[in-house]
């Protein structure tokens, strides 16, 4: 009965969207307040229908209810709780309900806390906004319905992926898709702003904060997924430049593009037909990586479905929506003209400067995850586009990026002059370089890369203290009362730089030893005195464990005891790797067990990673500046101000 009444309540949904997705349109046509008023009502109860849905499918997970196809297929009485929540969306139909669900929850959020939005671009932002729901409503409902029952349901389920019974992935998929949902917020205030043909100083600040929400999502998912992989897999990396995580790295990318992009039409009310293309290029790219998830046109272990029927309603949906916004951005940008005139030397060409260099590189991860598809597809050959490509065509675009982020904070809108911008930057960039000296000093590859990567990241982190330090005016009291704006973009860039160093110093200086190890006889790793003490067998909640005890000293004293797990989960019939890593401040121990092998011993993999931590720290500090930024209350104050104001002005 439950799970009829999640189904019903999803039909209502769908209902609801069509009517949110109609009425308030035609009512801003028609300037007819009773249909705009529509659209606030709409939004909520169609969020509050497709809640019910999702928490009747949750409660079937919870329960085991195996009359529920979905349960059982992903599924078993014997998983821990919190595997069984996460098992909602651990697979297509669910995590589809689960992308509705924050798609409904934004425009929600938009009616809830958009009363200071001009009556009209408010009803036309909640229109696409439910025009999108009918979308992906209907294509839930037709292709991917997560209620269907089994007319002789069994005794238990068959089970999910074992690779995604983990914390890091109970918490990954939500944190992404409220990155990748949120930009639809992006794309509706885009779409609006064009049928209304206005954009000014007020849409641009409107838009803000919702990219900006998007973006520290995405920052948080793609950190969590990295971690994941990193700890899960035991193959020792964070990143593979895999098409899935390519395809939630490319909407990130430009939705900072679009951050950094408004404020110039918020500033300068400049760059406004480029900050619509990034609205809808980013919501676009948000759709490519849905289907490239759930298409079934790549391999993945982050995959969710191999469906190719469904991944031609993904497109059919990319095309309607994104098609649809760029003829109409075809037919509308000639209207959006640039107020703010600017010389070259200004804030606002290093900004025009640092979206060129996202959006650049953004193309070339595109090009790369795209081009093996491309490839078969007109030529018949199965080509493998991997990390040395990525990695030579992205980095130096990211490196160009880093070092212009001081010089571009320094810069005065619409003019500026070299001498006085380079001024407070000297001392910076000399220390930079010390810093990056005494790091070169004491890595023993002596790594080029170890040597730049430490080089930006000071760059960038001391660019950041002097940028805050100037509009101080070089006065300490007056720091704390700078706005958080200030605060949050100086904390996101220095996240940034962490993040730069952390990949530069691993990759440069990890070490890595696999041998066959003997159970009593120690060996040696960097220095790391490292011995197998033992391997026993135990029994988990729903999977058996070959767990090996392994002490690692330094100089005889004890560093650490690690554990490293083998599991097998005999409900799937799958084995799972489980490194055991010490984390520390400067490096990490990364420990991995293997196969037992002819003469006794057991195949072993051990890895010194310095400073690995610092990559997801980075992300961390680079979200809590995105937050930091968020509360700012010039968001709500500035944007109040204009209650009384006309939606926009009308461009020249």
């Known amino acids: 009965m439950i799970a009829e009444l999640g189904h019903f309540t999803l039909i209502l949904a769908l209902f609801v969207a069509i009517i949110q997705s109609v009425v308030p349109m035609i009512g801003a046509q028609k300037n007819w307040r009773g249909w705009m008023a529509v659209a606030g009502p709409a939004a909520t109860v169609q969020f509050l229908l497709i809640a019910t849905s999702f928490f009747a499918l949750t409660y079937a997970f919870v329960v085991s209810d195996f009359s529920v196809s979905l349960v059982y297929q992903n599924s078993h009485t014997d998983k821990p709780m919190l595997y069984k929540i996460s098992g909602v969306w651990g697979n297509h139909e669910g995590s589809m309900l689960l992308w509705v669900l924050i798609l409904s929850l934004f425009g929600a959020a938009a009616a809830w806390f958009g009363g200071n939005l001009p009556a009209r671009l408010r009803s036309r932002v909640l229109s696409v906004q439910g025009l999108i729901g009918v979308a992906f409503l209907i294509f839930i409902l037709f292709t991917s319905n997560p209620f269907l029952r089994m007319a002789n349901p069994p005794m238990n389920g068959r089970g999910m992926n074992p690779l995604l019974q983990d914390p890091g992935l109970a918490f990954h998929p939500p944190f992404l898709y409220l990155g990748y949902v949120g930009l639809s917020m992006a794309f509706s205030f885009a779409v609006a702003a064009l049928i209304e043909g206005r954009v000014d100083a007020a849409w641009a600040r409107w838009v803000r904060p919702w990219t900006l929400a998007a973006w520290i999502f995405l920052t948080v998912g793609i950190a969590l997924g990295s971690m994941w992989a990193y700890y899960e897999l035991g193959w020792g990396g964070f990143w593979f430049w895999d098409p899935v995580e390519n395809a939630s790295f490319m909407p990130w990318l430009l939705a900072a593009a679009l951050l950094h992009c408004a404020i110039v039409v918020e500033k300068r009310e400049a760059l406004k037909s480029w900050t619509i293309l990034l609205a809808i290029l980013a919501f676009g790219f948000s759709l490519i990586g849905t289907f490239i998830v759930r298409s079934g046109v790549i391999t993945s272990v982050h995959s969710f479905a191999n469906d190719p029927q469904r991944g031609i309603y993904i497109l059919i949906i990319l095309g309607i929506f994104i098609g649809g916004a760029l003829t109409l951005y075809a037919f509308r940008a000639g209207a959006m003209q640039a107020r703010g005139v600017f010389s070259l030397l200004s804030r606002e060409n290093v900004l025009v400067l640092n979206n060129i260099l996202l959006a650049i590189a953004a193309l070339v991860v595109f090009v790369g995850t795209i081009w093996p598809l491309v490839a078969e597809m007109f030529w018949g050959r199965k080509l493998s586009v991997g990390a040395p490509f990525f990695d030579k065509s992205f980095t130096p675009f990211f490196i160009a990026l880093a ?12 003019r500026a002059k070299m001498g006085r911008v380079l001024r407070p930057l000297i001392p910076v960039l000399v ?27 000071a760059w960038i982190i001391l660019g950041a203290m002097a940028e805050l330090w100037q509009r101080a005016g070089r006065t300490p009291a007056r720091l704390t009362r700078l706005p958080r704006a200030d605060w949050g973009k100086s904390l996101a860039h220095s996240g940034l730089a962490v993040t730069i160093m952390g990949v530069g110093l691993l990759t440069a200086g990890q070490t890595e030893d696999i041998r066959v190890a003997q ?27 070959t767990t090996a005890t392994m002490t690692v000293k330094r100089g005889g ?11 097998v989960f005999p409900t799937e019939g799958m084995p799972t790797t489980e ?20 003469d006794g011993g057991w195949a ?21 500046g995105g937050l930091l930024s968020l509360s700012d209350r010039r968001y709500r104050v500035a944007v109040g101000a204009r209650k009384q104001a006309v939606a926009a002005t009308p461009a020249e």
């Open 557 to 567: 004293d004890i560093v650490t005891v690690l554990h490293p797990e083998k599991r």
């Open 604 to 624: 072993v993999r051990t890895y010194i990673k310095p400073f690995a931590i610092w990559i997801w720290g980075g992300a961390i500090i680079m979200a809590l």
């Open 431 to 457: 220390l930079a370089l010390a810093i990056a000296g005494l790091a070169w000093t004491f890595e023993t590859g002596r790594s080029m890369m170890a040597l730049i990567a430490t080089f930006l990241g």
């Open 519 to 545: 159970i009593g006889q120690p060996f040696e790793v960097s220095g790391y005195q490292i011995s197998l003490d033992e391997v026993h067998r135990r029994q988990g909640p729903n999977y058996t464990a």
């Open 579 to 598: 490194a055991a890593i010490h984390t520390g401040f400067l490096r990490d121990i990364y420990l991995v067990i293997g196969d037992p092998q002819e």
């Open 403 to 414: 070092l212009i982020l001081p010089v571009g904070a320094m810069m005065p809108w619409k």
